[in-house]
């Protein structure tokens, strides 16, 4: 296909809290020419707020996009104190405590729900929003902006476990125990949703070998790899998980990519907002939907339940070495 014929890149705004993952999936997005990253807007979650939005701004230094905007979102859930940082994972510093120049410049001066707000409506119907963090943001964009969701191209969402146990706890994954009220009006919310959740995210294997192999690539991005993800690999295998990594947020951007590399089943989704312990977990309504209160007003989401592991770490790894 001719470069006139081709189709113009997918924009995307990423919602991030980083972290490790974060930075891999950041990374990824801006090698791939499929995608145009039209700015990162940041949350608390895997650190404090003010953290990721430096490190967010550290990680467009390093792969050399100054022109990207940063926007500083929520620090704390809607409903509930803030659970605290996930230093054992990612670090004080949310990036394996690597030592790292500071950040080149502020954020915005937009607050994150108002960027995504404004950004979207500016070009309505264009925008893709992809949320790796807890979703806190999005839903206060909700909120402000009832009739976002008809402007919106879509959202593809890392969080949440439809059909495997959780991984913050035995009923719910890290990113919506995090804000389990935001969680559920977002996945409420009258637009295209795809849950990237545990369900595929911890069938995605970066093994130690992988890793080690990012070493041999000479780009900023992929030294940066080279000194945060065996910090995340200790942490998986210290847990009693892979010779390697869960591949969660990245698979936003692999599904992005390349579609084809999963299965998906199509079912509205309710949070559990409740104080006991099945609190943040994702509920498809998989019997019953269009009769069952509390489901049924919902459309469906989108939700992936097989992936081809190989392919779309190999996809990750070949856009590392661009």
Not at 85 to 113: C, E, I, Q, Y
Request: net charge negative; aromatic share 4%.
């Amino acid at each position: 296909m001719s470069q006139q014929g081709a189709a113009a890149p997918r924009k995307i705004i990423i919602d991030t809290d980083p972290g490790i993952d974060d930075a891999m999936a950041i990374f990824f997005a801006l090698a791939s020419p499929e995608l145009d990253v039209i700015g990162l807007t940041t949350v608390f979650g895997n650190a404090h707020v003010d953290v990721c939005t430096d490190n967010a701004i550290r990680i467009l230094d390093i792969a050399g996009r100054a022109d990207i905007p940063v926007a500083q979102g929520a620090g704390r859930p809607l409903a509930m104190p803030y659970r605290g940082p996930a230093d054992f994972v990612h670090g004080v510093n949310g990036l394996a405590d690597v030592p790292l120049p500071a950040p080149s410049r502020a954020p915005h001066a937009l607050d994150a729900a108002h960027f995504i707000i404004d950004r979207v409506l500016a070009a309505p119907g264009e925008i893709t929003l992809v949320p790796v963090g807890p979703l806190t943001n999005i839903a206060l964009a909700l909120l402000l902006c009832p009739e976002l969701p008809q402007h919106l191209a879509g959202m593809v969402i890392m969080g949440g476990n439809a059909f495997v146990g959780g991984n913050a706890s035995p009923a719910a994954e890290a990113n919506i125990l995090n804000d389990p009220e935001a969680a559920d009006l977002v996945f409420g919310a009258d637009c295209p949703i795809v849950m990237c959740g545990l369900d595929v995210t911890e069938r995605t294997i970066m093994s130690s070998e992988q890793i080690a192999g990012i070493a041999a690539i000479g780009n900023p991005r992929a030294q940066l790899a080279t000194q945060i993800l065996p910090y995340y690999r200790d942490f998986h295998l210290s847990h009693g998980g892979p010779d390697g990594i869960h591949v969660h947020d990245s698979t936003c951007i692999s599904y992005l990519l390349a579609p084809q590399h999963y299965q998906a089943v199509h079912h509205p989704v309710r949070v559990d907002c409740g104080q006991s312990v099945g609190r943040g977990k994702t509920w498809p309504a998989t019997r019953h939907a269009l009769s069952a209160e509390g489901w049924k007003a919902r459309r469906a989401v989108t939700i992936l339940t097989e992936v081809d592991s190989a392919a779309v770490v190999a996809l990750e790894l070949e856009r590392l070495a661009r």
